[in-house]
Structures are given as C-alpha cells and as structure tokens.
C-alpha cells in the first residue's frame, strides 16, 4: 500500500533525511521519498500508517491531516 502523508516544516534536505529516517524505523514500511517542493513523504508500507505519522511527528514535524 502507498499513503501520501503532507507534512508542514520541512524546508532542507536536513529535514527530508530526518522524515525518510522516521518512515523508515517503522516495521512494515518499505520505502520512504520525500518531495520537499509539494512538502510530501510517500510511505510504501503493509498494515496502519498512524505508527508511521507518529513517528514523523515526534521528530518535531507537523502532519496535515
């Protein structure tokens, strides 16, 4: 499954490492690519995103729900 999460505050490469770096640390998710011009990650994952989005939002970013 592919989720499309917006996320505001990311303005750098720096900042898409940190996102990619937190899609990622999450059992299930197979890939992360940040679009930083439309403020996007895709997660390629299986089973719940929320895990996914919580994880993006404790390292200090906010999730547009």
Same mark, same amino acid.
């Given at each position: 499954? +592919? /989720? =499309?999460?917006? *996320?505001?505050?990311? !303005?750098?490469? !720096?900042?898409?490492?940190?996102?990619?770096k937190a899609? #990622?640390?999450?059992?299930?998710?197979?890939?992360?690519? =940040?679009? #930083?011009?439309?403020? /996007?990650? @895709?997660?390629e994952h299986?089973?719940? *995103?929320? #895990?996914?989005? +919580?994880? *993006?939002?404790? @390292?200090?970013?906010?999730? =547009? +729900?």
């Amino acid at each position: 499954m +592919k /989720t =499309v999460i917006k *996320i505001e505050g990311m !303005h750098c490469m !720096h900042c898409a490492a940190s996102v990619e770096k937190a899609a #990622l640390s999450v059992s299930g998710v197979k890939s992360a690519k =940040v679009n #930083l011009e439309e403020k /996007t990650v @895709t997660v390629e994952h299986e089973g719940n *995103i929320d #895990l996914v989005i +919580k994880n *993006i939002e404790n @390292t200090g970013y906010d999730v =547009v +729900k």
